[in-house]
């Protein structure tokens, strides 16, 4: 069972454009990260969001918690080609021991 | 100094082969973790080491069997391996289980032959 829900799965804009990505649930979490993933290597971690409506901002990049903490999103401003990645929400439940990933979202950003 | 290694970067083996994976923090962290990831899949944990006990494991097959020798260490010890397990292996480490956010190594990209 996936627990989040990423959308879209797949992004391809230009450079310059914004974009959002979603992490959605039908369960709360007591937190949520946000990592980007490049091919090949690990995933890196960019934010943590633990308080419900919390809004954290990381330069171009906007990240919000829902105010129930069960979904979340992540906002990208102009676009670059720097910014391309997969995008991976994970999210920790109070019940649970262990991250619950997103399936992803895979963003191409063109010059 | 937020970084985890892992070595090696690349991996390939037979299927008869005895391998291991190695990962390391300097950190401090007391809680160490093992991942799979297939291509556009998200990570799989594996297993979970807490202050250097096994404290969770994934009903993973016997032919991945881990190790931690010491608080910064952490082995991944690979024998008679499928090709279905063709995969990117990724550390991850965090201060403690549970609640703590979680720093992963670049990963080794095992294939099996």
């Known amino acids: 069972t996936q627990l989040l829900e990423q959308s879209p799965q797949f992004l391809s804009i230009q450079e310059g454009e914004n974009l959002t990505v979603y992490c959605n649930s039908s369960s709360v979490f007591s937190s949520l990260q946000w990592y980007r993933q490049e091919p090949g290597e690990g995933p890196v971690l960019l934010v943590t969001?633990?308080?419900?409506?919390e809004v954290k901002k990381l330069k171009r990049l906007t990240f919000q918690f829902g105010d129930a903490r069960k979904d979340s999103s992540l906002h990208i401003t102009a676009a670059q080609p720097g910014d391309t990645g997969l995008y991976l929400c994970?999210?920790?439940?109070?019940?649970?021991?262990?991250?619950?990933f997103g399936k992803g979202t895979s963003l191409l950003v063109t010059p | 100094d937020t970084e985890v290694t892992q070595t090696p970067k690349h991996l390939v083996m037979g299927m008869t082969n005895k391998k291991s994976l190695k990962c390391e923090q300097h950190?401090?962290?007391?809680?160490m973790y093992w991942y799979k990831q297939k291509a556009k899949k998200p990570p799989e944990l594996m297993f979970v080491y807490s202050y250097e006990k096994l404290s969770i494991n994934e009903s993973v097959p016997s032919r991945f069997s881990p190790e931690c020798p010491n608080s910064s260490l952490l082995n991944l010890h690979l024998h008679a391996l499928q090709p279905e397990d063709s995969a990117l292996y990724l550390c991850?480490?965090?201060?403690?289980?549970?609640?703590?956010?979680?720093?992963f190594g670049p990963g080794t990209r095992l294939t099996v032959t």
């Open positions: 950190m401090g962290h007391r809680a």
């Open positions: 969001v633990v308080t419900g409506g």
């Open positions: 994970a999210g920790e439940q109070n019940s649970g021991y262990a991250l619950n």
């Open positions: 991850a480490s965090s201060p403690g289980f549970r609640g703590y956010e979680q720093y």
